[in-house]
């Protein structure tokens, strides 16, 4: 699978200390192995309920952040605003609206109802989108042979793979470097073209 999305904001082994994970193990078990694109705001939604499944992680933080920095604005990746909102939000709106860019769609919502009042409901919204991907998010593991009972040990294991990694390119010197990671029942490890090889 290609992770080479310019939507994608990091590729870092850093977990921020709040959850055990970073960017890339989200983006691996979370959007990857979930079946979900690795980019916009529906896949997020999708993306960060299971998250939140596999960490004990509150989504709702994050859902604001998106409605505040992003969906206000008439920001969103991956589909027209007036889809994304959802049916309740779209019966606050004119039948005309259906022909509108994302900023006006934004506009007129805020007028309509207030940004606070706004992002409740956005976030309510994409609470529901999560719920409504995790059907989605099983058959996708099942598919793939892993077993999505076992994502939050597999989840420790590939950060602390990303740790060893971070750890073996300081001790090395080395600025960059190139390889494969492998994602397996057993465990995980990264292959190194230089023939080094982690595993945890």
């Known amino acids: 699978a290609n992770l080479d999305d310019p939507e994608i904001i990091a590729a870092t082994s850093d977990a921020s200390g709040a959850i055990p994970t970073s960017v890339l193990v989200h983006d691996a ?5 979930c079946g979900f694109a690795p980019s916009g705001h529906r896949a997020e ?3 960060l309920e299971q998250l939140a499944r596999r ?3 509150d989504p709702t933080p994050d859902y604001r952040q998106m409605a505040r920095e992003d969906l206000l604005t008439g920001q969103v ?36 109802l207030g940004d606070e009042a706004l992002i409740e409901q956005l976030v309510q919204r994409m609470a529901g989108l999560g719920h409504a991907g995790r059907p989605h998010a099983l058959l996708s593991w ?3 042979g892993f077993a999505y009972s076992h994502r939050t040990e597999l989840g420790l294991r590939l950060q602390r793979l990303l740790e060893q990694m971070d750890a073996w ?3 090395e010197g080395l600025t960059e470097t190139s390889g494969e990671i ?11 073209e230089q023939g080094a090889r982690l595993e945890v």
Do not use: K
């Not at 078990?29 to 192995?33: A, E, K, Q, R």
């Not at 605003?81 to 006006?104: C, K, N, V």
């Not at 029942?185 to 990264?190: I, M, S, V, Y």
């Open 29 to 33: 078990l979370d959007h990857l192995l």
């Open 169 to 171: 390119v300081d001790a």
């Open 182 to 192: 492998r994602i397996g029942q057993g465990g995980c490890a990264f292959a190194a």
């Open 55 to 57: 960490t004990g992680s």
């Open 77 to 112: 990746v991956g589909e027209p605003l007036y889809r994304f909102i959802g049916a309740e939000l779209r019966h606050q709106l004119p039948m005309t609206a259906t022909d509108w860019d994302d900023r006006s769609v934004a506009n007129a919502l805020r007028e309509r």
């Open 142 to 144: 099942r598919v793939t």
């Open 45 to 47: 939604a999708m993306a």
